[in-house]
């Protein structure tokens, strides 16, 4: 293969410039390694949290943010319940429909837990005014009210989620 000199290509000297700063060896050539060396222990790590899932049904990972877990696995699961349900609670006046809007609740409300959790409500790409900060915070509100009746109803129910 032939060797192409810079020169030849009519490349501005400024950019040969850069092109050689480029490719000169520094420090950021052993970050790469080190970033590819904690891809390679992370893969590993992932395999034990994958083996603890499925022999305890939780990793050691999960520990590290109880709720942000929580908020992550229940949503699904109580769609999957309210999509597949067969019944509702023997106490629970107003039948499968009433069911059903209950379990619609609780799954809101540990989605707006996640919203709270993962600051979905605000705008982080652009300089925020008084007004975008008082949305924010009223959206935020909303979530935490929404949050809070689906724990209530997560708590009162709790022994009823079952199919």
Not at 2 to 24: N, Q
Request: hydrophobic fraction near 35%.
């Amino acid at each position: 293969m032939p060797i192409v000199c810079l020169e030849a290509l009519h490349v501005s000297s400024l950019e040969r410039i850069k092109m050689r700063e480029y490719f000169k060896p520094n420090i950021f050539w052993g970050h790469n390694l080190r970033c590819w060396l904690n891809g390679v222990k992370y893969f590993f790590r992932w395999g034990r949290w994958s083996w603890q899932r499925a022999f305890r049904g939780w990793a050691d990972c999960d520990v590290w943010s109880i709720d942000s877990y929580l908020s992550e696995v229940i949503p699904p699961m109580i769609e999957r319940l309210n999509g597949i349900t067969h019944g509702y609670p023997a106490d629970l006046y107003g039948g499968e429909k009433k069911w059903g809007e209950i379990l619609t609740k609780i799954q809101q409300g540990f989605e707006a837990s996640s919203r709270i959790r993962n600051l979905d409500n605000w705008d982080k790409d652009s300089p925020w005014t008084e007004e975008d900060v008082e949305r924010f915070k009223q959206a935020d509100d909303r979530d935490l009210e929404r949050m809070n009746d689906g724990l209530e109803l997560f708590k009162e129910h709790f022994l009823s989620l079952w199919d």
